[in-house]
């Protein structure tokens, strides 16, 4: 089983619509979440950390769910700007130095 | 303030050649990690480094070496490159190993024919 795993995409979704990202991690000593966005040949950028109370950035909004290892992120709205890749990310904490990644999730918002 | 930066932008090497990128991080920090990311895949952790000592390794084989200067900038060397090296490096910084937020740079994109 893959450490971080996220939905295969791509996603088309008209402007507007709704679109959820899910993703599941396997080491349940996983400490910090986050949700980066990767525009094309670029470098991965933060767009949100992930709290277990869940929170929310204008259009977007982060849960988790620690008892199932689930993360999601939903986008309202959806701009044509917001066609990225999103990724997944955890971090294990003290001990551990790296970000773990998911392979991503392809996002195509289409006139 | 200046973000991360990494040099060269792009690089072409053929197999079997050796190339050494690198990176400064933002004023300030004292960690850098290094990532590989295939066309296709989420980046993949290689090396972490802090106050210059190696802190953590990724499952790449001995071909892979870093280091960090005492200014905190870093080189990642990659000796008798495969075809499969070929890959978007990235290097990411942060004040300090148990901060969990990481900045990116724009990577250097290697290309090995």
């Known amino acids: 089983r893959k450490e971080v795993e996220q939905d295969p995409g791509p996603f088309n979704v008209p402007e507007g619509a709704t679109v959820a990202f899910n993703c599941t991690y396997s080491?349940?000593?996983?400490?910090?979440f986050f949700w980066y966005r990767q525009d094309c040949r670029k470098e991965p950028k933060l767009l949100m950390s992930?709290?277990?109370s869940g929170n929310e950035d204008g259009r977007f909004t982060a849960q988790l769910n620690r008892a199932s290892q689930y993360i999601s992120l939903l986008i309202r709205d959806s701009k044509l700007s917001d066609s990225a890749t999103y990724l997944c990310?955890?971090?294990?904490?003290?001990?551990?130095?790296?970000?773990?990644f998911g392979k991503g999730t392809k996002l195509s918002v289409i006139p | 303030d200046a973000g991360v930066t990494q040099s060269p932008t792009h690089l072409i090497k053929t197999r079997g050649q050796q190339v050494t990128l690198r990176c400064s991080p933002i004023?300030?920090?004292?960690?850098v990690s290094w990532y590989q990311q295939v066309l296709g895949q989420g980046p993949q952790f290689i090396f972490q480094?802090?106050?210059?000592?190696?802190?953590g390794r990724g499952n790449f084989p001995d071909r892979f070496s870093a280091r960090q200067f005492p200014n905190y900038s870093s080189e990642l060397n990659v000796n008798a490159l495969l075809l499969g090296d070929s890959a978007l490096y990235l290097c990411?910084?942060?004040?300090?190993?148990?901060?969990?937020?990481?900045?990116f740079g724009p990577g250097t994109r290697l290309t090995v024919l």
């Open positions: 990411a910084s942060r004040p300090a190993v148990s901060y969990n937020e990481q900045f």
């Open positions: 004023s300030g920090h004292k960690s």
């Open positions: 080491n349940s000593a996983s400490q910090s």
């Open positions: 990310v955890v971090w294990s904490g003290a001990g551990s130095y790296q970000l773990t």
């Open positions: 992930v709290y277990s």
């Open positions: 480094y802090y106050e210059k000592e190696e802190r």
